[in-house]
DNA sequence: GAGTTTGAAACT
DNA sequence: CAGTTTCAAACTC
């Protein structure tokens, strides 16, 4: 996952921007494209969306934070001249008007597709119409709810997103601020790419799956996260996903989603791409009477080398007039994608929601998934009430809840390059307040052309809670499986000190340090707000997360903060970021420290030293004095052994604690089901309250006869205590013979 | 748990 | 680049 932001084109040194883009990246709203009726009806995506049985139809919500996409045309012609614009409303409203494409948009929109929604009751409408201008190859997603805000969105401008990827599943996620359009710009084939192409061998292109969820209604912004695979298998279609959920809860999000669907004949290797509507979950197919497909051409190289894919572009920026100065623009080459895995795309339909994830064991322990949510609208099922369908652009109100969407993504072991190139120099000093991206990186590289996965985007300073996120499927997949996740999406996760208390709240019962595997130790920094590389959890490229920090700064709250600070810190050492502990030179040690320990006083022995630490030896670009951490040290071995020891001890101990409270628990279950008594008595305890009362009675009985027969007391009393002892003796054998049968019966 | 030690990071 | 300070983890009691 990468994360680009036009504040952090601010930020990042020189030397990782891409100038040929800045000078390039204007061109692309020129270009043209071919645009291609498709036919394919097909939408080979998986997605555990729960279907809508209207999709087709207008959804309406009684609450004003729902997100209401509805075409108004039903009938998504293919166009050659299409762009896509869909404008939403600060109350959640995704509108899509045609008009603003042409107006706001630098493209020619001569064939258009609009779409209206309407409100009922406590629903807002939502005018929709949309456009889709595969010459430009762009899609514009443009929120602007009213007239004011489509003035806005036009005025101001956020800086142009431009995101290539190749072969990469693309997920995107965001959640934008009204007026801000979003733009995919869609390669073409004759022309031009707007960023540098890193792959593309003429060889069949490979299906990709984007993925653009654009939450909340109040702001649109640019942001384009993706992830590089490896094509193992030649695909034919490649899909791509806009979603628009909208900033409400996720109780009542009814996430808008547009399929693109590529498909690639295998013949002329011309791609066609069809642009689907999904409506909460559903998808609306070309029988769909509102919103038919769309057909659009993708001028990608027909490349037949899976390992590569055909640049294609997204260029996700606000709706800007062309006499504006020129906004950075970001671009985002993916390396080739292939084979089969599912990429789980969590919508970020919440409300206010900062969501932070970390995930344990991955490279890049958190994905962040911002929503500027705002007011929710109580009492909005996910299965809201659907209306019946219309040619008009209907509201509709989706299921928002944990929108899981899984699309085929193929794992990517090697680094996509993220390329952020502004458009212009200028560019970069305007900074657009509206661009709210928020960059999260969990390991963030000096040079940008080598970015990790797992790049966010990042909001620009002062911005507010919106936010994108691109995530790879696996750390997506591990997201959701992970009990901390659920725990912060599901209960307004927030950053810093909230963060931290929510995140160590029980979860069923159980302690979240029990139930969430944390990737590292809680930090405890009290002073350098987390933002230094003090802050080991900030060192590593993480969030903070159920630590004991105090003023913590490395959350989603402070992002700007965040980003000043990774910054700096690669500012004063590039390498900051990046693991210490590496391969060395040949004929060195697999691993060894990249800078060498200074150790003066703990002998290298010591988790003091990094080294030790770090279960290696100093090595000779190790400046400590005193190191005995070297192979043929006994100190060093010494240790080793007592360590081994310990460690060994402490398994045994562990093991066999484990064994015998799973003994325990294995009896209880056993025989507590079968002998216990409605009243819970443990097993074995027969001297209920029957058993008393009858030995009482036996008792009682004895004394009766003796006492009818004159015998003596202490005859009586002798009669008495045998018969007490016959009593305890039945009792006992009872007890034995029904634990006995219990055993067996469970046995 | 409080205090000390240590060395990396940050600062000058 | 070197010396100093700051900082948080490791360690000790």
């Given at each position: 996952m990468d994360v680009v932001s036009p504040e952090l084109n601010s930020l990042l040194p020189d030397e990782i921007m891409d100038t040929e883009a800045i000078e390039e990246a204007p061109q692309s709203e020129s270009a043209a494209v071919q645009a291609e009726p498709c036919y394919d009806s097909t939408v080979p995506m998986e997605t555990d969306v729960p279907p809508n049985p209207s999709a087709s139809e207008d959804v309406t919500s009684t609450g004003n934070s729902q997100t209401l996409l509805t075409p108004a045309d039903s009938t998504l012609s293919p166009s050659r001249h299409s762009s896509i614009l869909i404008s939403s409303g600060p109350s959640r409203l995704v509108t899509l008007k045609p008009g603003l494409a042409t107006s706001t948009a630098p493209t020619k929109t001569t064939d258009s597709v609009t779409g209206t929604s309407m409100s009922t009751g406590g629903l807002q409408k939502l005018t929709a119409p949309f456009t889709i201008s595969s010459a430009n190859h762009q899609i514009i997603l443009n929120k602007v709810a009213s007239s004011q805000a489509a003035e806005a969105a036009k005025s101001v401008a956020p800086p142009p997103q431009v995101i290539k990827q190749?072969?990469?599943?693309?997920?995107?996620?965001?959640?934008?601020?009204?007026?801000?359009?979003?733009?995919?710009?869609?390669?073409?084939?004759?022309?031009?790419?707007?960023?540098?192409?890193?792959?593309?061998?003429?060889?069949?292109?490979?299906?990709?799956?984007?993925v653009v969820t654009i939450g909340g209604a109040s702001e649109l912004k640019p942001v384009v996260g993706s992830g590089g695979n490896q094509v193992t298998a030649v695909q034919t279609?490649?899909?791509?996903?806009?979603?628009?959920?909208?900033?409400?809860?996720?109780?009542?999000?009814?996430?808008?989603?547009?399929?693109?669907?590529?498909?690639?004949?295998?013949?002329?290797?011309?791609?066609?791409?069809?642009?689907?509507?999904?409506?909460?979950?559903?998808?609306?197919?070309?029988?769909?009477?509102?919103?038919?497909?769309?057909?659009?051409?993708?001028?990608?190289?027909?490349?037949?080398?899976?390992?590569?894919?055909?640049?294609?572009?997204?260029?996700?920026?606000?709706?800007?007039?062309?006499?504006?100065?020129?906004?950075?623009?970001?671009?985002?080459?993916?390396?080739?994608?292939?084979?089969?895995?599912?990429?789980?795309?969590?919508?970020?339909?919440?409300?206010?929601?900062?969501?932070?994830?970390?995930?344990?064991?991955?490279?890049?322990?958190?994905?962040?998934?911002?929503?500027?949510?705002?007011?929710?609208?109580?009492?909005?099922?996910?299965?809201?009430?659907?209306?019946?369908?219309?040619?008009?652009?209907?509201?509709?109100?989706g299921g928002t809840g944990a929108?899981?969407?899984?699309?085929?993504?193929?794992?990517?072991?090697?680094?996509?390059?993220?390329?952020?190139?502004?458009?212009?120099?200028?560019?970069?000093?305007?900074?657009?307040?509206?661009?709210?991206?928020?960059?999260?990186?969990?390991?963030?590289?000096?040079?940008?052309?080598?970015?990790?996965?797992?790049?966010?985007?990042?909001?620009?300073?002062?911005?507010?809670?919106?936010?994108?996120a691109v995530l790879p499927a696996q750390y997506v997949t591990q997201l959701q499986q992970s009990p901390f996740v659920t725990?912060?999406?599901?209960?307004?996760?927030?950053?810093?000190?909230?963060?931290?208390?929510?995140?160590?709240?029980?979860?069923?019962?159980?302690?979240?340090?029990?139930?969430?595997?944390?990737?590292?130790?809680?930090?405890?920094?009290?002073?350098?707000?987390?933002?230094?590389?003090?802050?080991?959890?900030?060192?590593?490229?993480?969030?903070?997360?159920?630590?004991?920090?105090?003023?913590?700064?490395?959350?989603?709250?402070?992002?700007?903060?965040?980003?000043?600070?990774?910054?700096?810190?690669?500012?004063?050492?590039?390498?900051?970021?990046?693991?210490?502990?590496?391969k060395g030179k040949e004929g060195e040690s697999d691993r060894r420290h990249s800078k060498g320990c200074n150790c003066k006083r703990s002998g290298c022995l010591k988790n003091y030293c990094e080294c030790y630490e770090a279960k290696i030896m100093c090595s000779s670009i190790c400046k400590c004095i005193g190191c005995k951490n070297f192979e043929e040290s006994p100190e060093r071995k010494t240790l080793m052994h007592l360590a081994d020891a310990a460690e060994v001890r402490v398994q045994q101990q562990t093991a066999a604690k484990t064994k015998l409270s799973s003994q325990i628990s294995d009896l209880l279950m056993r025989t507590t089901p079968v002998i216990s008594t409605g009243s819970g008595r443990l097993p074995y305890t027969f001297l209920t309250k029957e058993v008393v009362e009858a030995t009482c009675e036996c008792l009682l009985e004895k004394a009766r006869k003796a006492e009818q027969t004159h015998q003596l007391t202490s005859e009586a009393e002798r009669v008495i205590l045998e018969e007490f002892g016959h009593c305890l003796m039945n009792i006992i054998t009872s007890a034995g013979k029904a634990k006995a049968d219990s055993a067996s019966i469970n046995c």
């Open positions: 190749e072969g990469q599943k693309l997920l995107v996620t965001t959640i934008g601020k009204s007026g801000q359009p979003i733009v995919l710009q869609l390669p073409h084939a004759g022309s031009k790419p707007t960023v540098v192409q890193t792959s593309g061998d003429g060889k069949a292109q490979t299906p990709q799956f984007k279609q490649q899909l791509k996903t806009i979603q628009i959920p909208k900033k409400t809860p996720v109780s009542s999000t009814a996430p808008i989603k547009f399929i693109i669907t590529k498909t690639v004949n295998s013949k002329n290797l011309s791609p066609q791409t069809s642009v689907t509507p999904v409506i909460a979950g559903r998808v609306v197919t070309q029988t769909s009477p509102v919103m038919p497909p769309r057909t659009i051409t993708l001028s990608e190289p027909h490349n037949t080398n899976l390992q590569n894919i055909s640049s294609k572009k997204i260029a996700i920026s606000p709706l800007k007039t062309p006499s504006k100065s020129v906004k950075p623009v970001q671009s985002v080459a993916v390396g080739g994608v292939g084979g089969s895995q599912f990429k789980t795309i969590i919508p970020l339909a919440t409300q206010q929601n900062v969501q932070q994830i970390q995930v344990p064991g991955s490279r890049f322990h958190y994905v962040r998934l911002v929503t500027a949510t705002t007011s929710s609208s109580p009492g909005q099922p996910s299965t809201s009430s659907v209306q019946t369908g219309e040619q008009t652009g209907k509201p509709m109100v929108v899981r969407m899984s699309v085929p993504v193929v794992q990517a072991p090697t680094m996509k390059q993220v390329v952020p190139k502004p458009l212009t120099s200028a560019a970069q000093v305007v900074a657009a307040p509206q661009t709210q991206q928020r960059l999260i990186m969990p390991a963030i590289q000096p040079n940008l052309t080598n970015l990790p996965l797992g790049t966010v985007l990042a909001p620009a300073p002062g911005g507010g809670n919106m936010g994108y725990l912060a999406s599901s209960s307004g996760f927030q950053a810093s000190s909230g963060m931290q208390t929510q995140a160590k709240l029980p979860l069923n019962g159980v302690s979240a340090a029990e139930t969430t595997t944390r990737p590292r130790k809680p930090c405890n920094c009290t002073k350098s707000q987390c933002l230094k590389l003090y802050c080991d959890c900030f060192a590593n490229g993480e969030f903070c997360n159920m630590c004991n920090c105090n003023n913590c700064f490395n959350n989603l709250e402070h992002e700007t903060e965040r980003l000043k600070a990774i910054k700096t810190c690669l500012d004063r050492n590039p390498e900051a970021f990046k693991p210490k502990i590496g």
